[in-house]
């Protein structure tokens, strides 16, 4: 009789805790805990980000916004096999680009390492109204503020000006990732954002 | 139990007659209008939304023989460089039909249509060695300012072959790479697709190209908490040496 318990379980047909059976068709080719590897799993993101200039008036303090804004939606996915990433940005009460001949670019600042990631160029109209979008193969998890600047339309320096007209920090979520039993650092690879 | 047995008989032949002449009653357009089946199909061959109503010419191919930006028409999906040098993704660009006086760097903005190869530096650092020969990759890099957009607009067609598949900690990243500001800007990521197939990788955005040098694949930790391009496997430079579309 015991014989008949320990041979569907030694052959991972049967998946014991103590406080939790599980039995499954497949054997130990199907999903299971134990064969657990980080590198299937697509860690998702999907954060706003609300941009503000550098130093915000003060006087605005519980009146309607009146100073530059603007709102980001950054979506990431890591994953090794199909990484993407999507940044949406619109903006309101930007000074309209055609006044000084300029463009607004967006970048990805990662804080840590100084480099930015350029998303792209986009003008204002009236009303100081813009958006932009950005795609990429990649994922955006290394960065930390979404920035954006003020270029100039001849502009033949690839990296952000100094010019800074709105920023906001990027709160990424935390990942989910279920608590086993220490294949962490088997893996090579650390639960926590690093 | 003979009667038993010529009833039996009777009503199966009746059954099978009965089930018979209710085939015989369908018609073919009741059959594609009621069976789910054959009116996906008919849906499928003969739809007005496929051949008449939402019709689009392919994006790029225009003027020109056979080769378009869908796979009809390539010369061979396993070809690294496929139809990328002859392809035109500016309208009428390489269309050698067209007699023009018209040059388009005269409106005021630079202008990038470029094909580039790229070649492998080094490869030491691979886990497996190639089967097929060097890694090789090719580029179309396309910088311009559409009409009816004011900004400038990029696009990159990237394809690779004979890159050896990485150990799982790793994966290749693709750059453009400005020589005179030092910086690199990230095209995507990828995974070979395996000796002898190529591999494609497409990047759009809204951002002028033309103040770029060169581009570059390298090998990159996965994950990877730094942005920097970590260790150089192929490169090829977009200003010297390289074909200029026309």
């Known amino acids: 009789m015991l014989f008949l318990l320990l041979v569907p379980v030694s052959l991972g047909y049967v998946y014991l805790k103590p406080e939790d059976i599980r039995f499954r068709a497949g054997g130990p080719q199907r999903y299971n805990p134990y064969f657990y590897d980080p590198r299937v799993q697509t860690f998702k993101q999907d954060v706003w980000v609300y941009l503000t200039p550098p130093k915000p008036p003060v006087s605005a303090s519980g009146q309607p916004a009146t100073y530059p804004r603007g709102t980001a939606r950054v979506q990431s996915t890591r994953s090794p096999y199909l990484p993407n990433a999507y940044v949406t940005i619109k903006v309101k009460d930007l000074r309209p680009s055609e006044y000084d001949n300029t463009y607004y670019q967006a970048w990805l600042l990662d804080s840590d390492t100084g480099y930015s990631l350029n998303l792209g160029l986009f003008d204002t109209i009236g009303g100081g109204v813009g958006s932009m979008s950005f795609m990429s193969t990649n994922y955006l998890d290394p960065y930390d503020f979404v920035v954006i600047t003020r270029e100039p339309r001849d502009d033949k320096d690839l990296r952000p000006s100094t010019d800074v007209v709105l920023m906001g920090k990027i709160v990424w979520q935390k990942y989910y990732v279920p608590s086993l039993l220490g294949e962490k650092e088997q893996m090579g690879y650390s639960y926590e954002r690093q | 139990m003979k009667t038993l047995c010529l009833g039996i008989v009777l009503v199966i032949i009746a059954s099978s007659v009965a089930f018979a002449a209710s ?179 497409e990047y759009t955005a809204v951002t002028p190209l033309w103040p770029f040098d060169a581009m570059m694949v390298t090998i990159e930790p996965f994950p990877d908490m730094n942005p920097l391009p970590n260790y150089v496997v192929l490169e090829g430079p977009l200003k010297e040496g390289t074909v200029g579309v026309p």
Request: net charge neutral.
């Open chain 2, 23 to 201: 085939q015989l009653g369908y018609t073919a357009e009741t059959r594609y209008t009621y069976d789910p089946g054959t009116s996906v199909k008919r849906d499928i061959v003969f739809s007005s939304n496929r051949y008449w109503m939402d019709y689009v010419k392919p994006y790029g191919g225009y003027g020109s023989k056979g080769a378009s930006r869908g796979s009809f028409g390539m010369k061979g999906e396993e070809e690294g460089a496929s139809n990328l040098p002859y392809n035109d993704w500016i309208t009428r660009g390489s269309d050698p039909s067209r007699i023009s006086n018209y040059y388009a760097s005269a409106r005021g903005y630079h202008i990038v249509n470029k094909y580039v190869e790229l070649t492998s530096t080094d490869l030491s650092l691979v886990s497996r060695p190639q089967i097929n020969g060097s890694p090789t990759g090719f580029a179309r890099i396309i910088s311009i300012k559409p009409y009816q957009l004011g900004i400038p607009q990029g696009t990159v067609f990237f394809r690779t072959k004979d890159l050896p598949p990485l150990v799982p900690e790793y994966i290749y990243e693709a750059w453009l790479v400005d020589e005179d500001s030092g910086y690199s800007m990230s095209i995507g990521l990828f995974q070979p697709a395996g000796i002898g197939r190529v591999t494609t990788l």
